[in-house]
């Protein structure tokens, strides 16, 4: 991770939080102080970049960048403000600050100029190499540990300086983007931009304008020219997350970027030519998707040139004891705490659990451990969850007395009993999205929501953080 590069966030509670959230996941070290931070502190921090949300009160704008205009040395400063400031910006230049972004600002467009902001700036040098993991610029350590995995690794190489297309495959939480951004960094392309897009999380018209932007006047509310994703990644990689997800409309788009590297913003009438490479990732059976006309047979080819298939963490099991090192340090370092390493009980049932959420539920896992400081609910729910499902008894039926129930009586109870653990393994397998569980199990999204109630099945494994 980007372990060199130290932002200080002034902000106020709570986009403070979200804010650091954000940069963490993406490889930043964050510390967080409100915008009433006085500069003898900052000088004392020492960070590579101050990055200030601006409050929308105009009237504190001056007040604040007096407090930080006489900061020692160089250090760099963007600036997040609302839409409607511009007459400020044009006073900020006796601050000698010209860096700033417009909000709400999204975290792939914020860490791109991040970046692009220490590039410039003399006095960080390699800090500005995003990313950075020791003296490796990927993530190899973390893919080596098992045979199957150095296999991958050997794929990577021979892929990772072509321009070629790669898809992705596997289950949810196997760690896909981790080898998208592996083959990036490997990749002639490392100084450019890497765009990120779970398209999953848009609906169709919104992941049309997202991927590829649109005109002035397209529809109501376009004030102006919005460049889109592949735009932003000219001479970049994209990583299409979720691939399977896109609408069919938007799969004959997708194909004419994939076979011309050309497009049309929505509203617009010329083309727009990029140069970036795609790498495409989904949990989903393509060819299943093409056989039931959910999915482009010509975009499936175009896509799947070099197809890399991730197995699930229960075939490498061989990793768990690295993963559970680097996550225990990456998390005491994140939440200030210094958990030493697990209990021989806990490390052998993280070593016999199955993980149907794979690298992700470790992961989740070890957090949880961390941030409670106990392992005590982890052994409970792990002690719970790997007892075998007992024999099947009239008594556990509920049933009245052994004298007045039927055969029809046993075989309604037997059903309802094997649903909800049909339910259960389901909702696990897609990590408790709903959407997909309703989709595997050929129900109506209303009809899942019907038996989780009627169960009264819910997710006990999320950890709520203390605010």
């Given at each position: 991770m980007?372990?060199?590069?130290?932002?200080?966030?002034?902000?106020?509670?709570?986009g403070v939080s979200l804010l650091a959230s954000q940069l963490e996941e993406r490889g930043f070290s964050c510390l967080k102080h409100s915008t009433r931070v006085p500069p003898d502190h900052l000088d004392r921090l020492n960070p590579s970049l101050l990055l200030v949300d601006l409050p929308d009160e105009?009237?504190?704008h001056s007040e604040i960048l007096q407090r930080i205009r006489d900061i020692k040395g160089n250090m760099p400063?963007?600036?997040?403000?609302?839409?409607?400031?511009?007459?400020f910006i044009e006073k900020t230049k006796e601050y000698e600050i010209k860096d700033f972004l417009y909000k709400p600002v999204d975290p792939t467009t914020l860490e791109r100029k991040i970046l692009e902001i220490l590039n410039q700036s003399r006095s960080v040098g390699e800090a500005a190499r995003p990313f950075r993991d020791g003296e490796s610029n990927d993530y190899s350590s973390l893919l080596c540990h098992s045979r199957k995995m150095k296999n991958i690794l050997a794929i990577i190489d021979q892929v990772a300086e072509t321009n070629i297309t790669v898809l992705i495959r596997?289950?949810?939480?196997?760690?896909?983007?981790?080898i998208a951004r592996t083959i990036f960094f490997r990749s002639l392309r490392r100084d450019k931009p890497f765009v990120k897009v779970l398209c999953a999380a848009l609906p169709e018209g919104?992941?049309?304008?997202?991927?590829?932007?649109?005109e002035k006047g397209a529809f109501t509310g376009a004030q102006k020219r919005k460049p889109g994703k592949f735009e932003f990644a000219d001479c970049g990689t994209i990583f299409l997350d979720e691939i399977g997800e896109i609408h069919p409309s938007l799969q004959a788009k997708l194909l004419q970027v994939l076979q011309d590297g050309e497009f049309s913003r929505i509203g617009g009438e010329n083309d727009v030519k990029v140069d970036t490479r795609i790498i495409a990732a989904t949990n989903r059976n393509l060819e299943r998707a093409v056989m039931d006309g959910h999915f482009r047979e010509d975009l499936f080819?175009?896509?799947?040139?070099?197809?890399?298939?991730?197995?699930?963490?229960?075939?490498?099991?061989?990793?768990?004891?690295?993963?559970?090192d680097y996550f225990l340090k990456k998390f005491n370092r994140q939440y200030g705490k210094a958990y030493p390493a697990l209990s021989e009980r806990t490390f052998q049932l993280f070593m016999d659990h199955d993980w149907p959420g794979n690298v992700r539920e470790l992961e989740n896992t070890t957090k949880r451990i961390v941030v409670l400081g106990s392992e005590e609910d982890i052994l409970k729910s792990f002690t719970i969850g790997s007892q075998k499902e007992p024999p099947l008894k009239t008594e556990a039926l509920s049933l009245p007395s052994p004298f007045s129930y039927s055969l029809k009586d046993v075989g309604k109870e037997a059903a309802r009993n094997a649903e909800k653990e049909l339910l259960k393994n389901i909702l696990n397998q897609t990590h408790w999205n709903r959407k997909k569980a309703a989709k595997l199990l050929n129900i109506s999204y209303?009809?899942?929501?019907?038996?989780l109630k009627k169960y009264d099945l819910s997710r006990i494994d999320e950890l709520t953080l203390p605010k």
């Open positions: 980007s372990k060199n590069i130290r932002l200080l966030l002034c902000a106020e509670e709570p105009e009237i504190l400063i963007l600036l997040l403000v609302q839409p409607n400031s511009a007459k596997g289950e949810s939480g196997t760690g896909k983007e981790l919104l992941l049309e304008s997202e991927l590829f932007g649109y080819y175009r896509l799947n040139v070099v197809s890399i298939y991730l197995p699930p963490l229960r075939d490498r099991k061989e990793e768990i004891p690295f993963l559970i209303k009809a899942l929501l019907y038996k």
